[in-house]
């Protein structure tokens, strides 16, 4: 069926165009006319007519501008002008608009068929055009999550990926060579660092997939893997091999509002963890790193920048005491890490006490490692020699019990050194900012300038910056102001105007404000109690 619009203020055109469709193309047409250049787009707007035979001199809007407006909202339509007015710039308007054909009154019935013809040509190239389009994007659909979730598993869990790299690059339309990988997690509820009900929520999420898919693709141009439990994890290729602190800022304000949207979607909390750039051979290092985001942070979206082992093993060894040692020194949990050396210990005792030796090296090796951590995590300076007399003084303990209090108070030890060296950095960045603000404040100065100046992300940032002072920026930055101005409203002569301009605000009238608020009285009454 085709639909076709007869637009003419001539009653007799109109039925006798009426009478040759109906007797030409019999049963293949549902018609509708128009009058009026007004009436016409109206009736376009709820008829959408495949093809519209338009008279140029309508009343009201003519023939070339009701066109115009249908071609707005109905770019498919195919127009065939019919008019009596043989002129060149109607004409011109016309082809400029795509119109089929511009015929002028009168006009023989067989020209008309013929048009009518190769309009429905048109129209029907355009539709197998447009069903082949959607059978090839159905298919795609379908193919592409596939080949995305292939694209992730295989970068972070197989040996070929280098080589299977172009491949992917190729059928994902992937020009970038490197990238990045977001961790998105999600659960009944964020606690500290980790959320909790993963396995409802994991299931819950499952029946959201397409929805969840859909809201990342608007956010980030990335290779989507499938839902793992109560994880995404995502690649975002990129151009540049460094990301700078604006464009982090970006990325991490981008993943705030994607998760956002996604919990105002579906019923359960998001959170994520982004990796460095990498080379796309070795995103599985942003993975890592991704990761180590998500543990390190109790916050919802954090970013490697911002934060300061996979072997095969013996039947019954400890993996996951192990895995605990090492996870407990990361996070300067220094009991734990002790607690956790101590169960490794006594395994060891319990399967291998005639081996002292091999008890020895593994207290070393742990003992080592977690020193690595230590300095990994905590951002403590390296020392080459700093180990000169572990090897000797280990190898001369004879007694299980001095091997066991040696590795685990140097096992303490490190995680202890993470969580002051952790603590001595966030203070010396909130006190790198608090000077800053001490020599800015007469500025307009705002938490991104700072934060930028710490090379801290604003979010992050701010977090830190309310744990070390107790204040948020705007209260801290607002408190030195005030006592300056308070300062200079004692000891000196200066108008309103200039100790208002001298702290760091423009406007004297927010200045009162702000300052009555804080202080309990106004700039003028506290110069006059002063006096």
Same mark, same amino acid.
């Given at each position: 069926?085709?639909?076709? *619009?007869?637009?003419?203020?001539?009653?007799?055109?109109?039925?006798?165009?009426?009478?040759?469709?109906?007797?030409?193309?019999?049963?293949?047409?549902?018609?509708?006319?128009?009058?009026?250049?007004? @009436?016409?787009?109206? !009736?376009?707007?709820?008829?959408?007519?495949?093809?519209?035979?338009?008279?140029?001199?309508?009343?009201?809007?003519?023939?070339?501008?009701?066109?115009? %407006?249908?071609?707005?909202?109905? =770019?498919?339509?195919?127009?065939?002008? !019919?008019?009596?007015?043989?002129?060149?710039?109607?004409?011109?308007?016309?082809?400029?608009?795509?119109?089929?054909?511009?015929?002028?009154?009168?006009?023989?019935?067989?020209?008309?068929?013929?048009?009518?013809?190769?309009?429905?040509?048109?129209?029907?190239?355009?539709?197998?055009?447009?069903?082949?389009?959607?059978?090839?994007?159905?298919?795609?659909?379908?193919?592409?999550?596939?080949?995305?979730?292939?694209?992730?598993?295989?970068?972070?869990?197989?040996?070929?990926? %280098?080589?299977?790299?172009?491949?992917?690059?190729?059928?994902?339309?992937?020009?970038?060579?490197?990238?990045?990988?977001?961790?998105?997690?999600?659960?009944?509820?964020?606690?500290?660092?980790?959320?909790?009900?993963?396995?409802?929520?994991?299931?819950?999420?499952? $029946?959201?997939?397409?929805?969840?898919?859909?809201?990342?693709?608007?956010?980030?141009?990335?290779?989507?893997?499938?839902? *793992?439990?109560?994880?995404?994890?995502?690649?975002?290729?990129?151009?540049?091999?460094?990301?700078?602190?604006?464009?982090?800022?970006?990325?991490?304000?981008?993943?705030? @509002?994607?998760?956002?949207?996604?919990?105002?979607?579906?019923?359960?909390?998001?959170?994520?963890?982004?990796?460095?750039?990498?080379?796309? @051979?070795?995103?599985?290092?942003?993975?890592?790193?991704?990761?180590?985001?998500?543990?390190?942070?109790?916050?919802?979206?954090?970013?490697?920048?911002?934060?300061?082992?996979?072997?095969?093993?013996?039947?019954?060894?400890?993996?996951?005491?192990?895995?605990?040692?090492?996870?407990?020194?990361?996070?300067?949990?220094?009991?734990?890490?002790?607690? =956790?050396?101590?169960?490794?210990? %006594?395994?060891?005792?319990?399967?291998?006490?005639?081996?002292?030796?091999?008890?020895?090296?593994?207290?070393?090796?742990?003992?080592?490692? /977690?020193?690595?951590?230590?300095?990994?995590?905590?951002?403590?300076?390296?020392?080459?020699? /700093?180990?000169?007399?572990?090897?000797?003084?280990? *190898?001369?303990?004879?007694?299980?019990?001095?091997?066991?209090?040696?590795?685990?108070?140097?096992?303490?030890?490190?995680?202890?050194?993470?969580?002051?060296?952790?603590?001595?950095?966030? $203070?010396?960045?909130?006190?790198?900012?608090?000077?800053?603000?001490?020599?800015?404040?007469?500025?307009?100065?705002?938490?991104?300038?700072?934060?930028?100046?710490?090379?801290?992300?604003?979010?992050?940032?701010?977090?830190?910056?309310?744990?070390?002072?107790?204040?948020?920026?705007?209260?801290?930055?607002?408190?030195?102001?005030?006592?300056?101005?308070?300062?200079?409203?004692?000891?000196?002569? !200066? /108008?309103?105007? %200039?100790?208002?301009?001298?702290?760091?605000?423009?406007?004297?009238?927010?200045?009162?404000?702000?300052?009555?608020?804080?202080?309990?009285?106004?700039?003028?009454?506290?110069?006059?109690?002063?006096?």
């Amino acid at each position: 069926m085709y639909k076709i *619009m007869l637009a003419d203020d001539e009653g007799i055109v109109i039925e006798a165009l009426t009478f040759i469709i109906e007797k030409n193309f019999e049963g293949k047409c549902e018609i509708a006319s128009a009058k009026t250049g007004r @009436s016409v787009i109206e !009736l376009a707007e709820t008829f959408r007519p495949d093809i519209a035979i338009m008279d140029i001199q309508m009343p009201g809007i003519n023939g070339i501008e009701a066109m115009k %407006e249908i071609r707005r909202f109905n =770019a498919s339509t195919v127009f065939i002008v !019919l008019s009596a007015y043989d002129k060149f710039d109607y004409a011109k308007e016309a082809i400029n608009l795509g119109v089929l054909e511009y015929l002028n009154k009168p006009v023989e019935q067989t020209r008309i068929v013929e048009v009518l013809n190769r309009a429905m040509d048109q129209i029907e190239k355009e539709r197998a055009k447009r069903s082949q389009d959607l059978l090839i994007k159905e298919k795609l659909e379908n193919v592409i999550p596939i080949i995305e979730n292939n694209m992730i598993y295989t970068a972070l869990f197989q040996d070929s990926y %280098e080589q299977d790299l172009e491949a992917y690059r190729d059928l994902l339309g992937i020009d970038a060579d490197h990238g990045y990988m977001i961790v998105l997690e999600f659960g009944e509820q964020k606690e500290d660092d980790h959320m909790t009900n993963v396995v409802g929520a994991g299931v819950r999420s499952q $029946s959201h997939y397409r929805e969840i898919k859909d809201t990342v693709k608007n956010y980030f141009s990335c290779v989507n893997g499938s839902l *793992m439990a109560n994880r995404m994890v995502l690649l975002v290729p990129t151009q540049e091999a460094v990301v700078d602190y604006t464009e982090r800022i970006k990325i991490i304000e981008n993943c705030r @509002s994607m998760i956002k949207k996604l919990s105002e979607r579906v019923d359960v909390k998001f959170r994520a963890g982004i990796g460095s750039v990498h080379k796309l @051979s070795e995103c599985a290092e942003s993975y890592k790193e991704a990761q180590r985001a998500l543990r390190n942070s109790n916050g919802t979206v954090a970013h490697i920048s911002d934060l300061a082992i996979t072997v095969t093993y013996e039947e019954d060894y400890p993996v996951e005491t192990e895995r605990e040692i090492f996870e407990k020194t990361e996070k300067g949990d220094e009991n734990g890490a002790a607690q =956790a050396a101590s169960h490794f210990f %006594e395994w060891m005792c319990a399967n291998y006490s005639d081996h002292v030796t091999d008890i020895k090296l593994k207290a070393l090796e742990f003992v080592l490692w /977690s020193e690595h951590l230590a300095y990994e995590e905590g951002g403590m300076k390296y020392r080459f020699l /700093s180990r000169q007399d572990y090897l000797p003084d280990i *190898m001369g303990m004879q007694k299980l019990d001095e091997i066991k209090t040696w590795f685990l108070n140097k096992t303490a030890a490190a995680a202890r050194d993470v969580r002051e060296n952790k603590m001595k950095q966030s $203070s010396s960045s909130v006190e790198l900012a608090k000077t800053y603000i001490l020599e800015n404040y007469q500025k307009d100065i705002s938490l991104d300038d700072v934060s930028r100046e710490v090379d801290i992300s604003p979010y992050y940032f701010s977090k830190l910056f309310k744990e070390e002072t107790g204040e948020n920026f705007i209260e801290y930055v607002t408190n030195i102001r005030i006592e300056k101005a308070k300062q200079l409203l004692a000891s000196s002569r !200066l /108008s309103m105007k %200039e100790i208002c301009a001298q702290v760091g605000y423009a406007d004297p009238n927010y200045f009162s404000r702000i300052f009555k608020k804080t202080v309990g009285v106004t700039p003028t009454e506290y110069k006059e109690g002063k006096a």
